[in-house]
């Protein structure tokens, strides 16, 4: 069956999707303003270590770096997948989704490690300011994440047994909007917590 075959909405549908669409980028505009206070409160709060920890301590700029290497490589296979969306090539979507579903999960695990190592030395978020600032805005990037993994999981099985219908190419496309807003906000996490945190 052809992409376009495939994938053709009447009138209704398309003003629906489009409608579903502005709905979505209204929820990624809120959501960029949380990360926003996020940022704020943890500019704030960075410089008070209370005597203990401060960022040279705790982070390691090595596994920041694998942590970025991931999650942008994982917005890349995604970028693949969507491509593979519009050429009609159902397994190839499947392939790169499970790619990208890897990649997001070697991400988490690295952060799992990240935040347990921190805990386990006594720099956890009831140590100080910037620590508590810090698992907030890191943590909650990385609940976005998380639930970025399932929403994979979920599109998987409806393109498994769905195909790439015009709702599932829809909810693929919302998805990798979400996937590639929270790469935006890493990268920001990256140059504004880890890299002026260690040098």
């Not at 960075?46 to 991931?70: H, I, Q």
């Not at 499947?94 to 790619?99: E, H, M, N, P, V």
Request: hydrophobic share 55%.
């Amino acid at each position: 069956m052809s992409s376009a075959a495939t994938m053709s909405v009447s009138t209704r549908d398309t003003e629906r999707y489009e409608e579903k669409d502005f709905g979505f980028w209204l929820y990624l505009m809120s959501d960029a303003v949380i990360f926003a206070c996020l940022f704020a409160t943890y500019l704030v709060m960075v410089g008070n270590a209370a005597g203990g920890p401060v960022p040279k301590d705790v982070f390691s700029l090595n596994r920041a770096a694998a942590e970025t290497a991931l999650l942008l490589l994982s917005s890349t296979t995604f970028g693949i997948a969507a491509v593979s969306l519009w050429a009609g090539d159902r397994s190839k979507v499947l392939l790169w989704l499970a790619i990208t579903f890897l990649l997001g999960a070697g991400f988490i695990a690295l952060e799992f490690s990240e935040f347990s190592g921190m805990i386990a030395k006594g720099a956890g978020p009831d140590h100080s300011g910037f620590l508590s600032a810090f698992f907030t805005l890191v943590g909650t990037h990385g609940l976005h994440v998380s639930v970025g993994l399932v929403w994979i999981l979920v599109m998987i099985g409806q393109v498994f047994a769905k195909g790439l219908t015009a709702p599932v190419a829809s909810r693929l496309m919302r998805l990798g909007l979400f996937w590639h807003f929270l790469d935006i906000i890493w990268v920001v996490i990256f140059s504004v917590v880890y890299l002026p945190g260690l040098l």
